[in-house]
């Protein structure tokens, strides 16, 4: 074997060849670079390859390397290549997600002067109008739960806006319910403007400016918001259902913000289909109702000291019925209109309609309407010109067959239909009638707005108005221009509610109203928060620039360049600064000193339900942490707030509205999926005794001591504090001392030396100084007066047992040292001193916990009473009212209390066990003390498991409450107390914690 023919591991590698046999081409080798050269000449006809060079063509190929397709950079030119590791996200996450669009609303496009919308009325009249305040009119529709206030607008839509909706159609279009979520819930969860051109009886024209409130009692602060920027408010009430819990407190509510009140009897038609009540029952029915309201207003302006007693009735005009479900309404003067058309009479229509209810009959035989019966079987003339014809008219539609119904609809009442008319259903043909019967526009609704509602120019209005939802003084310029609703008056705007884009969920609309001057598309102008204050805060200002200026149509916006005062208007790049409430002025012209802010809204409820809720995900807790603030934007009530351990906490009205809040949080303004905590409530702390000995606290320089008592308010005083019946702003501080000396029988001294309320200067807590002049300087009292009542303000917002709020205690000030030195009494100083004095004189004046108690009302038939019962013995509520029936229905009404924290799923579980024949609403009423003293600690709390005593919910609620926010189990006396003072209750045998 030649080993030359072999290298050194053993392989054949042949023998060598010389260098000109190498240089030699063979034919089998010219033949294959033919054949190369063929083949990329095909390969550069099909695709724009670049050739592989000279000295690659010959080379093996892997089969791994082999390329049988382009790569991405040869097909798309200049486009960024991702390489994705394996396992790096899950299979079922593309890794590039397609644009996702996320429709949470029903909107229509914006309507600019090309696009108007069909309507009964021109852009330029509409325009005119806003011009007119004469002709304006602003109201809230209000009332409760599915009575049709949403149903009622649409009727207005449809009057008013051309091929919109089909007769024919069964579905409600729900105009203002924009959201998908109210959609599919089937109420409303937010107020929503509609502004229309309507005629009156007399065919004149007005602008009238409606905001739909939701009816869930849950969502009452929504009321609020439309409330504050309304003159009027019409009342929405179901004939069947009559007055409910929340309609008595939404007509107390707008009482107390000073509007004129009307009514609207809706869903007539349920007197006719549902309850077959003849004509005479159905008006008793109707005037129980009305008496039901009366008693209200009547109670309502008593407790404001109104002179003048609110009364509504249909011949006065503040009454109009309607079936908005069959579209349509009448007032009595409308009424009396069509009978004038339909007999051609000469009658006078004022009169003839003010014979329409209440106690008159009409005589045959001398053809006058009498006060008297004439006769046994006589008919009141509510019933005999108006029940009797709609009820005939109805019982025609549904029962009769079609030459019954013609000859009834052409020979008495003058209607002439199509023959394929008679074809429709029976809804979509009483509509028809009744449309061509009553009319097509609401004109009665009209004139009971035009009479009893007043216009935005009102002088004697807008001074009750401004006054009561203005902080300024009342003879200031800017005051002034309000008054007279001029439009060359300096710029002032309150703006009650922001709408969030429905393109950018972290863009949001400014809706409010033009109370003095004009806004002008962009103009520069100046937001001032609810913080604002030109002497103590002038930080919470912004200055803005108006990028849009539009009148809000729920679906739609119809932008304009200027807006005149007395108008609604809706404002977008304004917001950024905006959180609830704003004040919107002029950024040139007027001074600092001039400038005061509109007062918050003041609710009629409280947000009592607490919920802490995190991300799923901790790397998306900004994207929380914004979309909290944008939810904190839309809900006039929510509060938000971070406590000491970290967990973010919402707090809200009641189940619903927390449901609706998360719903927003996760599809609409963040956009991510969060945890959510089980459902808590708020608490507070009080004392139910004087505190058992003067407690006193030194300044750390031991130059400054404060000595102070506790004991509890007077009863009643708490609740007059909230709702502003006594405010220490008032300018006549002699009226504030006459107030407490009328109202609580106080001393001069006592009422001459209140120092403050607290928390916030409106909270249910008093300070007030009982030194004697005597015993202590007070000019150097009164010079750390403000250092005090920080203290104080400090103590009572944040309480010793669970740094809950203080409600219901009156702190007084008995002894006070006070430092020569001004640095030795600085605030520093005295702030700390003052709030652990208040600490300690609540310690040691017996201390409880205080629960939120809801008020339920309960509607159920009479045998599902004791279910009922046994539904709130287990949920620690009682009856506090002995069922009473509702007139013309089989149903009873139950009013009970039933605590908040024990309140969670109590909806649900009364269903199940009245088989769904039962409905409540629920709304906080009252604060009660938890039974039980939550410092005692010879009672014994086994972990996991609930209080098995009354007697131990004060303690369980109150370490429960300590250890979710982070703080230790019992309260620490140390840290309240001075030393000196522990000695001295030691030395008494006091015992505290």
């Given at each position: 074997?030649?080993?030359?023919?072999?290298?050194?591991?053993?392989?054949?590698?042949?023998?060598?060849?010389?260098?000109?046999?190498?240089?030699?081409?063979?034919?089998?080798?010219?033949?294959?670079?033919?054949?190369?050269?063929?083949?990329?000449?095909?390969?550069?006809?099909?695709?724009?390859?670049?050739?592989?060079?000279?000295?690659?063509?010959?080379?093996?190929?892997?089969?791994?390397?082999?390329?049988?397709?382009?790569?991405?950079?040869?097909?798309?030119?200049?486009?960024?290549?991702?390489?994705?590791?394996?396992?790096?996200?899950?299979?079922?996450?593309?890794?590039?997600?397609?644009?996702?669009?996320?429709?949470?609303?029903?909107?229509?496009?914006?309507?600019?002067?090309?696009?108007?919308?069909?309507?009964?009325?021109?852009?330029?009249?509409?325009?005119?109008?806003?011009?007119?305040?004469?002709?304006?009119?602003?109201?809230?529709?209000?009332?409760?739960?599915?009575?049709?206030?949403?149903?009622?607008?649409?009727?207005?839509?449809?009057?008013?806006?051309e091929g919109r909706w089909d007769i024919k159609s069964e579905k409600s279009e729900r105009f203002t319910d924009v959201r998908l979520d109210e959609q599919q819930r089937g109420l409303s969860i937010k107020s929503n403007p509609v502004s229309l051109v309507l005629p009156s009886t007399r065919d004149k024209s007005y602008l009238v400016n409606i905001m739909d409130?939701?009816?869930?009692?849950?969502?009452?602060?929504?009321?609020?918001?439309?409330?504050?920027?309304?003159?009027?408010?019409?009342?929405?009430?179901?004939?069947?259902?009559?007055?409910?819990?929340?309609?008595?407190?939404?007509?107390?509510?707008?009482?107390?913000?000073?509007?004129?009140?009307?009514?609207?009897?809706n869903k007539f038609d349920r007197l006719i289909v549902e309850l077959k009540l003849p004509p005479t029952d159905a008006f008793y029915k109707l005037r129980h109702i009305l008496d039901e309201i009366n008693d209200i207003l009547e109670d309502a302006g008593g407790m404001l000291n109104q002179d003048t007693p609110l009364r509504v009735s249909p011949e006065l005009g503040n009454v109009v019925f309607a079936s908005s479900d069959h579209d349509w309404s009448f007032s009595l003067r409308q009424f009396a209109q069509v009978y004038s058309e339909i007999h051609g009479s000469t009658f006078d229509i004022d009169a003839f309609a003010k014979r329409l209810w209440g106690d008159w009959w009409f005589d045959n035989s001398t053809r006058k309407f009498v006060r008297k019966s004439p006769d046994v079987s006589a008919s009141r003339s509510f019933v005999q010109f108006i029940l009797e014809p709609i009820w005939k008219i109805y019982s025609f539609v549904v029962g009769e067959e079609e030459p019954a119904l013609r000859a009834l609809l052409e020979n008495e009442l003058g209607i002439f239909l199509r023959r394929e008319d008679f074809g429709l259903d029976v809804k979509p043909l009483l509509r028809l009638v009744m449309g061509k019967f009553l009319g097509k526009f609401p004109s009665g609704f009209v004139d009971m707005l035009v009479q009893h509602v007043p216009a935005p120019n009102n002088p004697e209005y807008l001074r009750k108005k401004i006054e009561h939802i203005y902080s300024g003084p009342l003879d200031s310029r800017m005051a002034k221009g309000m008054f007279e609703c001029s439009a060359r008056a300096p710029l002032l705007i309150h703006t009650t509610k922001l709408y969030h884009s429905e393109s950018e969920s972290g863009?949001?609309?400014?809706?409010?109203?033009?109370?003095?001057?004009?806004?002008?598309?962009?103009?520069?102008?100046?937001?001032?928060?609810?913080?604002?204050?030109?002497?103590?805060?002038?930080?919470?200002?912004?200055?803005?620039?108006?990028?849009?200026?539009?009148?809000?149509?729920?679906?739609?916006?119809?932008?304009?360049?200027?807006?005149?005062?007395?108008?609604?208007?809706?404002?977008?790049?304004?917001?950024?600064?905006?959180?609830?409430?704003?004040?919107?002025?002029?950024?040139?012209?007027?001074?600092?000193?001039?400038?005061?802010?509109?007062?918050?809204?003041?609710?009629?409820?409280?947000?009592?339900?607490?919920?802490?809720?995190?991300?799923?995900?901790?790397?998306?807790?900004?994207?929380?942490?914004e979309g909290l603030r944008r939810c904190d934007k839309t809900y006039p009530l929510l509060k938000t707030k971070?406590?000491?351990?970290?967990?973010?906490?919402?707090?809200?009205?009641?189940?619903?509205?927390?449901?609706?809040?998360?719903?927003?949080?996760?599809?609409?303004?963040?956009?991510?999926?969060?945890?959510?905590s089980d459902a808590v409530v708020s608490f507070c702390e009080t004392v139910v005794e004087t505190s058992s000995l003067r407690c006193f606290a030194e300044t750390s320089n031991k130059k400054n001591k404060l000595t102070f008592i506790a004991e509890p308010l007077e009863p009643g005083l708490a609740e007059d504090i909230e709702q502003q019946k006594i405010s220490l702003d008032w300018?006549?501080?002699?009226?504030?001392?006459?107030?407490?000396?009328?109202?609580?029988?106080?001393?001069?001294?006592?009422?001459?030396?209140?120092?403050?309320?607290?928390?916030?200067?409106?909270?249910?807590?008093?300070?007030?100084?009982?030194?004697?002049?005597?015993?202590?300087?007070?000019?150097?009292?009164?010079?750390?007066?403000?250092?005090?009542?920080?203290?104080?303000?400090?103590?009572?917002?944040?309480?010793?047992?669970?740094?809950?709020?203080?409600?219901?205690?009156?702190?007084?000030?008995?002894?006070?040292?006070?430092?020569?030195?001004?640095?030795a009494r600085a605030p520093n100083y005295i702030i700390p001193a003052s709030r652990r004095a208040c600490y300690s004189a609540f310690l040691t004046a017996t201390p409880r916990l205080m629960e939120p108690v809801y008020l339920v009302e309960i509607i159920a038939p009479a045998d599902c009473s004791e279910a009922v019962y046994n539904v709130l013995a287990r949920r620690r509520g009682r009856v506090s009212e002995a069922p009473k029936p509702r007139p013309g229905t089989p149903l009873y009404t139950i009013k009970a209390f039933i605590p908040v924290i024990d309140s969670f799923g109590f909806e649900t579980d009364l269903r199940t066990h009245t088989q769904g024949m039962a409905f409540c609403m629920s709304v906080f009423d009252h604060w009660a003390v938890v039974p039980g003293d939550p410092l005692d600690k010879s009672i014994v709390l086994r972990p996991l498991e609930a209080a098995t005593s009354a007697d131990q919910l004060a303690r369980d609620f109150m370490i429960k409450t300590r250890r979710r926010k982070g703080l230790s189990e019992d309260v620490s006396v140390h840290k309240f107390f001075d030393e000196e003072l522990l000695a001295h209750l030691k030395a008494l045998d006091i015992n505290i914690v």
């Open positions: 074997m030649d080993d030359n023919l072999y290298d050194e591991f053993g392989n054949y590698i042949g023998p060598e060849v010389d260098a000109e046999e190498g240089d030699e081409v063979s034919e089998e080798d010219d033949w294959l670079d033919k054949l190369d050269k063929a083949r990329g000449e095909e390969d550069d006809d099909k695709m724009d390859v670049e050739p592989a060079p000279e000295n690659l063509q010959r080379a093996v190929v892997l089969h791994e390397d082999k390329k049988y397709y382009p790569d991405a950079e040869d097909v798309f030119k200049g486009a960024e290549v991702t390489v994705q590791e394996e396992d790096t996200q899950p299979i079922t996450e593309p890794i590039i997600k397609p644009d996702r669009a996320r429709k949470y609303a029903h909107a229509d496009k914006q309507k600019d002067r090309e696009h108007f919308p069909p309507t009964t009325f021109t852009r330029d009249f509409f325009e005119g109008m806003m011009h007119n305040p004469t002709l304006t009119r602003h109201v809230a529709l209000i009332g409760s739960l599915h009575h049709g206030k949403t149903a009622f607008t649409d009727m207005l839509v449809h009057a008013t806006h409130t939701p009816g869930h009692i849950n969502f009452s602060d929504e009321v609020t918001a439309a409330l504050r920027i309304a003159d009027g408010a019409v009342v929405v009430v179901d004939a069947c259902e009559g007055v409910m819990l929340n309609t008595e407190r939404l007509i107390r509510h707008a009482i107390q913000e000073k509007l004129a009140v009307t009514v609207v009897i863009k949001f609309y400014a809706f409010g109203r033009v109370f003095s001057g004009t806004i002008k598309l962009g103009e520069r102008v100046k937001v001032l928060g609810e913080a604002f204050d030109n002497e103590t805060n002038d930080e919470d200002q912004r200055v803005e620039d108006v990028t849009g200026v539009y009148t809000f149509q729920s679906r739609y916006r119809i932008d304009h360049t200027v807006v005149p005062a007395g108008n609604w208007v809706l404002l977008e790049g304004v917001d950024a600064s905006i959180f609830k409430t704003s004040t919107i002025s002029t950024h040139l012209g007027v001074a600092l000193e001039e400038l005061f802010v509109f007062r918050p809204l003041r609710f009629n409820t409280n947000a009592v339900m607490k919920m802490s809720i995190e991300p799923l995900n901790p790397a998306e807790l900004p994207k929380m942490v971070v406590e000491e351990s970290g967990e973010h906490v919402l707090l809200g009205t009641g189940e619903l509205y927390m449901d609706c809040v998360l719903y927003d949080l996760r599809k609409i303004f963040a956009d991510i999926e969060i945890r959510v300018e006549d501080k002699k009226a504030v001392r006459s107030w407490f000396q009328k109202n609580y029988d106080w001393d001069v001294m006592a009422a001459r030396n209140l120092w403050a309320f607290g928390p916030d200067r409106r909270g249910p807590n008093l300070l007030l100084n009982d030194t004697l002049p005597t015993e202590v300087d007070q000019q150097s009292l009164n010079a750390v007066k403000d250092s005090v009542v920080q203290g104080f303000d400090w103590a009572s917002r944040e309480g010793p047992l669970c740094e809950e709020p203080i409600r219901n205690v009156k702190f007084k000030i008995l002894h006070a040292t006070v430092a020569g030195e001004q640095l």
